[in-house]
C-alpha cells in the first residue's frame, strides 16, 4: 500500500514535471514567433522607405541604410515596451508616462544612433570611424538624431495606444462577465419564485379534500413528494431535456386528474425527436396550470388540456391548448398575465433574447385559450451538452 502511494506520487510528480517542460517549450516558441513576425515586419517597412529610390544607383545602398534603421528600431523597440510596463504609473497616470517617455527618448535616441551606425558600418556603408564620438556633433548625424526622437514617439505612441486598447478589451470582458453575472442571478432569482409559487397552489389543491377523502389527500401528497424531489434536482439547472420537464408534469397532472376526476381531460402530442430538446426549467407546468385553472375549472363540464412539442426547421414549438372559458375581452399579457405567466416570459426572454424566441397566450378559434412557445431547437447530445439540431 505504502509502495503504491509511493509510486502515484512519483507518476505526479513526473506528470507536474513534463507540464511545466512542455509549458516552457510553448512560451518559447511563442517568443520565437513573435520575434520572426517583429522582424519581418521591420524589414517590409526599410524596405518601403527604400522603395523611391529603386530607380535610382544608389537603391542598394539606400536600402541597406533603411534595413540598418529600422532593424536597430526593432531590436531597441521590446527594450521601450518592457520599461513601459513596468513604470509604476496607471493608465490614468499619462502625463507621469508621458515625462518619463521623455527623459527615455533622448537616451534611446543616443543609444540608436550608435546601433544603427554599427550596423551601416557592418554592411559597409560608413566607416567604422562614424562611431566616434566627435561624430555625434555633426549637422547630418543632428538631423538623423531629431528624426530618430520621431521614430522613438511613434514607437512610444504605439505602445501606450496598445495599452489602452488591453484595457479596453478587458474591461469589455470585465464587463461581459459581468452582465452574464447579472443575467444569471436574474434568471435564478425568477426560477426561485416560481418554486414557492408553484408549492402554494398545489397546496392549496391537496388541501380541499383533506377531510372529505384522507386516502385522496395521502395519494396527493405523495406526487407533492415526487415534485419537490425533481424540483431539488433541477433547482440548479435553467434548461432540462423536455422528458425531464414532461416528467414533472405528469405528477403535476396526477394530483390535477385526483382532484378533478373525469372532468380534466389530458393529452399529449409528443414528437420522438424533440424529446431531447433543451426547454427552460419549469416551462409547461405553470402554463397547464394556468389553463386548468383560468380555462377548465371555470367550466361546469371541464375540459381538456393538449400539450403539443413539435419541430419545424431549427425551431421547437410547444403550445399548451385548452377548451375552457377563454380570455377575457381586452386581455394582454402585459397587464393582465398572472405571477406564473410573467415570470415564464422574463425568462423565456432571458434565455433566448435578440427575437430567439417567442412567446404567445391567445384566444383559440373554437373556444379556449393557447399559449404558444418558439424557442430555438438544441438536442441534448450523449455527452449531456445542448447541441444544435442538424
Not at 509510486?7 to 512560451?27: M, N, P, T
Not at 380570455?327 to 433566448?352: C, F, K, Q
Request: charged residues 20%; proline residues 4%.
Amino acid at each position: 500500500m505504502v509502495a503504491s502511494s509511493a509510486q502515484s506520487a512519483r507518476w505526479l510528480g513526473a506528470s507536474s514535471a513534463g507540464e511545466r517542460r512542455f509549458g516552457r517549450v510553448l512560451q518559447i516558441r511563442r517568443r520565437l514567433v513573435r520575434a520572426l513576425l517583429a522582424a519581418v515586419g521591420w524589414t517590409a517597412v526599410g524596405c518601403i522607405f527604400a522603395l523611391p529610390s529603386m530607380s535610382t544607383k544608389g537603391f542598394h545602398d539606400e536600402l541597406r541604410i533603411y534595413l540598418a534603421q529600422f532593424w536597430a528600431w526593432g531590436l531597441l523597440a521590446p527594450v521601450i515596451l518592457a520599461i513601459d510596463r513596468r513604470l509604476p504609473f496607471s493608465g490614468k497616470q499619462l502625463e507621469r508616462r508621458l515625462l518619463v517617455h521623455l527623459a527615455l527618448s533622448l537616451a534611446f535616441t543616443e543609444i540608436y544612433f550608435y546601433i544603427f551606425t554599427a550596423m551601416r558600418a557592418t554592411m559597409g556603408v560608413t566607416p567604422w570611424s562614424s562611431l566616434h564620438f566627435s561624430q555625434l556633433f555633426s549637422p547630418m548625424v543632428l538631423g538623423w538624431q531629431i528624426w530618430s526622437w520621431l521614430v522613438y514617439w511613434v514607437i512610444a505612441g504605439g505602445v501606450q495606444a496598445y495599452g489602452y486598447y488591453e484595457r479596453y478589451m478587458n474591461s469589455e470582458l470585465r464587463l461581459e462577465r459581468l452582465e452574464h453575472s447579472f443575467a444569471e442571478a436574474r434568471l435564478n432569482s425568477l426560477r426561485m419564485q416560481l418554486d414557492p409559487h408553484f408549492l402554494f397552489n398545489a397546496l392549496n389543491t391537496i388541501s380541499s379534500p383533506v377531510e372529505r377523502d384522507p386516502k385522496l389527500t395521502r395519494r396527493m401528497i405523495e406526487h407533492l413528494g415526487d415534485l419537490l424531489r425533481l424540483s431539488l434536482e433541477s433547482k440548479d439547472k435553467q434548461e432540462v431535456p423536455l422528458f425531464e420537464e414532461m416528467a414533472f408534469l405528469e405528477h403535476y397532472l396526477a394530483i390535477q386528474k385526483i382532484r378533478f376526476g373525469e372532468q380534466l381531460k389530458v393529452e399529449m402530442q409528443i414528437e420522438p425527436d424533440v424529446r431531447r430538446a433543451l426547454v427552460p426549467a419549469f416551462l409547461i407546468q405553470p402554463l397547464v396550470e394556468n389553463a386548468i385553472r383560468h380555462g377548465v375549472s371555470r367550466r361546469s363540464s371541464g375540459g381538456t388540456v393538449l400539450v403539443k412539442a413539435t419541430s419545424l426547421d431549427d425551431r421547437l414549438e410547444i403550445r399548451v391548448l385548452d377548451d375552457g372559458v377563454g380570455l377575457p375581452a381586452n386581455w394582454a399579457m402585459e397587464r393582465a398575465a398572472g405571477h406564473g405567466l410573467s415570470i415564464t416570459r422574463e425568462r423565456i426572454a432571458g434565455l433566448h433574447p435578440n427575437g430567439a424566441s417567442r412567446f404567445v397566450v391567445r384566444n383559440r378559434r373554437n373556444g379556449g385559450t393557447v399559449a404558444e412557445v418558439t424557442l430555438p431547437l438544441r438536442v441534448v447530445g450523449e455527452n449531456g451538452n445542448g447541441r444544435p439540431n442538424a
